[in-house]
């Protein structure tokens, strides 16, 4: 008989989202209830294949998480799995380490939550099972600057050794280093699988030891964006491993690029916008998406586009909402227009245009004042927001070119139309 294992991490149990709040607190109330809806479906994936064991490889919550509503919930669903005799196996992460919740919550016998201190975990299964030893070590601390590889007990001889660890690996974008490791230094263990959590995007290195970083199960902006799944591993008779992705998307975060070249009516824009996220949905199985549109391309609708952003985003929201579970996060307006003069009719507007291109924006100056004002704006950002202004500087400078040069387009748009205005 073979002993079955969900694997799963970074839940992130009602993670507050701030920064997508900043925009749209309807949206954020949707994504924030999704990561309870997606632990829910992981504890329905359990019951309905019948396996052995839970594996949680960390970051249940959301940092210094003080609601006992939350710990009551995620209480009543390791419930439902000590009912139906499924065992869970949790580490705690480098968020987790800062919840009170995690060391005041009673859990259910059957749940192991690893200490600060490495365990090696015998599995008592039934009769003609193959003998499983799971090892794993939580975060004393949010910080683990070091590899606590080192710290786990040697794989047990005769038996098939799991490892359960929160780590970022060699480092991953967005992500601080956490007990920070390597491929070949979790293959030098002999253990047959590692169970990985922290870096929010799946990985799987196959081999003698199979090696998974299943992701978090619900996106949370989009960044996160794509299908986000859990594993479900088989380990047979004679100890190979197999496992499955299994997608757990509530909600779905993803991009959509519309081309409007050539495009010259307003409805015309509409419906092709619409077809597009009419695409998008159909290739999403989670039950919501939430859709970020860039529109690009050259048409004679740039100016208008930009003037009135508010009146197209209107439009297109309304069309979202007529086709069903479906969202707009953000619209974004990468067009140029057709009609454009050149810079040697002597149009006011396109003399403006080259100034602020050639000699505002690019000037050392103005990106030195430009900078200034990013970094002191993204110190006054909640630490989970900050990243959306760039990574390090590079990004930082890179982010708010970018955002000087929409607004001069939008300054020009609107410049644009009240000088059509003033032609009718």
């Known amino acids: 008989m073979a002993f079955r294992f969900v694997h799963a991490a970074d839940i992130h149990l009602d993670s507050p989202l701030r920064s997508l709040a ?86 259910p016998e059957s749940v192991k939550v690893f200490s600060g201190r490495a365990e090696a975990i015998p599995i008592e299964g039934a009769a003609g099972k193959p003998r499983v030893v799971i090892h794993g070590m939580s975060f004393a601390q949010p910080h683990a600057p070091d590899s606590l590889l080192p710290r786990y007990k040697p794989p047990v001889e005769g038996a098939v050794n799991v490892g359960i660890l929160h780590t970022s690996l060699a480092g991953a974008p967005g992500h601080d280093p956490y007990a920070p490791c390597s491929v070949a230094d979790l293959r030098a263990t002999d253990f047959r699988y590692w169970a990985l959590g922290h870096v929010h995007k799946r990985f799987v290195a196959d081999g003698p030891c199979t090696i998974v970083m299943p992701g978090n199960p619900q996106g949370r902006d989009i960044n996160e964006a794509g299908a986000r799944s859990v594993t479900l591993g088989t380990i047979a008779d004679d100890g190979s491993i197999r496992i499955e992705e299994r997608y757990t998307s509530v909600a779905q975060f993803e991009r959509t690029v519309v081309d409007a070249s050539g495009i010259a009516e307003w409805r015309d824009l509409i419906a092709t ?35 009135d952003l508010d009146l197209l985003r209107a439009d297109v929201e309304h069309r979202a909402a007529a086709m069903g579970a479906c969202s707009v996060e953000k619209l974004e307006i990468e067009c140029h227009p057709s009609d454009a003069p050149p810079v040697s009719s002597g149009d006011p507007i396109a003399e403006l245009r080259r100034l602020i291109e050639s000699e505002i924006v690019r000037s050392d100056a103005f990106q030195r004042e430009a900078l200034e004002i990013g970094e002191e704006l993204r110190g006054q950002l909640p630490q989970e927001c900050r990243h959306l202004l760039g990574a390090d500087e590079a990004g930082l400078k890179d982010f708010v070119l970018s955002l000087a040069q929409d607004g001069a387009d939008d300054v020009l748009a609107r410049l644009h139309a009240q000088a059509k205005a003033g032609e009718g």
Not at 284 to 299: D, E, F, N, S
């Open 22 to 107: 900043l925009r749209n607190p309807e949206l954020a109330d949707l994504i924030g209830n999704a990561t309870r809806q997606a632990f829910t479906g992981i504890i329905d994936l359990c019951l309905a294949e019948e396996v052995d064991a839970l594996f949680l490889a960390g970051d249940l919550y959301d940092g210094d998480q003080t609601s006992m509503k939350t710990a009551r919930y995620f209480a009543s669903q390791l419930h439902r799995l000590d009912q139906a005799g499924i065992q869970v196996f949790i580490v705690r992460g480098n968020h987790d380490a800062l919840s009170r919740i995690t060391k005041e919550l009673v859990l």
């Open 273 to 307: 916008t619409a077809k597009a996220m009419e695409g998008t949905r159909a290739s999403v199985a989670a039950g919501h998406l939430v859709v970020r549109l860039k529109i690009v391309g050259k048409t004679p609708l740039a100016w208008r586009m930009r003037s």
